[in-house]
């Protein structure tokens, strides 16, 4: 297995047009084989989606840098994550925004991911909550930018709804039984623009809380 970490990844971003300086500097940080159970290290490097138990996935490192970078994020941000997993997404957009909501339906999932961002990582703009993106709903704050790292099968409207004005969020959406799709959501004063980007293969997005 190749070792560099930084090396790997900056070519593979740069190869891919994401040459962002200031992202591809987080992204040399965050290890992604901290984020893997042991059988997977070895390969922790690939750019490919890999299986982080209960039976969710990790995405491309390339795919969660372009979802990132499609946000926009500012340090004066304030984001909201459905779908903690394995932490690797919440770790990026922790360091790039003021702070960040995560929420996660799978206890577990979250309890690893919490004690590696919070012991490892010492992050501390993050909030961690064992909720679904259903739950969220009677929540009073709102969002600049949200992010959803499970498929839904059409916009959530209640999640638009938590958008501030000028807030951006990035989603995948079923398009049809085999086709899920990126899609990026801009919300101004006047209305909802939405615009449809390539296609993706996330797992399904599901209500209910599980231990
Ligand atoms: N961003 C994660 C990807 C995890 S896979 C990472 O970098 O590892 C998607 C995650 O979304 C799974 O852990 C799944 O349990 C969670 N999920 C699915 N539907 C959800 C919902 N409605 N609310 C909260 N979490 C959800």
Redo the contacts with the bound molecule.
Sequence with gaps: MAHDWPAIVTRALEDKGLNDAGLLDIFTKIDRRD?LRDSYKDIAYDDIPLA?G?G????QYSL?AFMTHALEISDAHSVL??????????AILACLARDVVT????KS?QNL?RKLLTEVYALTNITYHH????SVLDAHQTFDRI????AATSVPQDLVNLLNVDGIMVLPCVESQTVQRLTKIKKSAKNVHLESLFRVK??????GLVQ
Excluded: K
């Excluded at 994550?81 to 919440?90: D, L, P, R």
């Excluded at 909720?131 to 259903?134: L, N």
């Design positions: 984020f982080i209960r969710q996935t990790i995405s969660v994550e459905v779908g903690t997993g394995s932490g690797y997404q919440t929420l996660e339906r799978i999932l991911a909720a679904d993106s259903a992010i959803v790292t499970a996330f797992v399904p997005m599901r209500q």
